[in-house]
């Protein structure tokens, strides 16, 4: 299986400011990649698929980059509601993968 | 838009067997989706157990191949999760997900349901 890598476990943002999240693949997932919010209490919610595409009715600050092995989810302007942990998923091959997840804190 | 709601027993006796339903409302189980389910142990990651067609066609990760098995009751508009010989690190909590797009990511999630393995 691919092995999904998230640099950060945890990241500390002062409201209004950037928040640059990284995930790695062992191996090329393509743009075959999806990112995931999943806030305390709650089940994760799809933000991103096909690397960079937003999902229905995610806001704008959120954005996806990256192929090939190297992706990237960056938050434009944190909001005190974007405090969650956000996982990283692969879906070029079976089984599906994540990242172990990296926790968004404010600072 | 489509919701999805998990029930089955919280409490789950080592080596017994895990039974899961999920109950798919304001949309139909026959439509062109794929049905899944991850878990999550408590403070950890996420771990894609499987999914299922609504023809009944199956993908299970490797990892639990062995003792995982899935259904589709149509008539109910639900599928439904078994996994046998269960430890404590069954322990977790149980999404079911919805594949829109027969793609392996996941747009429409079920709350979760707890389901701790202890004697």
């Known amino acids: 299986e691919i092995v999904m890598t998230q640099s950060e476990a945890t990241l500390s943002v002062s409201p209004g400011e950037r928040a640059t999240l990284s995930c790695r693949a062992r191996q090329s997932v393509i743009t075959k990649l999806a990112w995931y919010q999943q806030k305390p209490g709650q089940a994760p919610r799809l933000l991103i698929y096909g690397a960079s595409r937003r999902a229905t009715g995610i806001p704008g600050r959120f954005s996806g980059s990256g192929s090939g092995t190297d992706f990237t989810l960056t938050i434009r302007s944190l909001q005190s509601e974007d405090v969650a942990v956000y996982y990283c998923q692969q879906y070029n091959d079976w089984p599906p993968t994540f990242g172990q997840g990296t926790k968004v804190e404010i600072k | 838009q489509v919701q999805l709601q998990e029930s089955g027993p919280g409490l789950v006796k080592p080596s017994g067997t895990l039974s899961l339903t999920c109950a798919v409302s304001?949309?139909?189980?026959?439509?062109?989706?794929?049905w899944s389910w991850v878990r999550q142990p408590p403070g950890k990651g996420l771990e894609w157990i499987g999914e299922i067609y609504h023809t009944g066609t199956t993908n299970y990760n490797p990892s639990l191949k062995s003792r995982v098995t899935m259904s589709i009751d149509k008539s109910n508009n639900q599928f439904s999760l078994n996994l046998t010989s269960v430890t404590a690190a069954d322990t977790a909590i149980y999404y079911c997900?919805?594949?829109?797009?027969?793609?392996?990511?996941?747009?429409?999630w079920g709350r979760g349901t707890l389901v701790t393995v202890s004697s």
């Open positions: 304001a949309g139909s189980i026959n439509n062109y989706n794929w």
């Open positions: 997900a919805r594949d829109l797009t027969s793609s392996w990511y996941l747009d429409t």
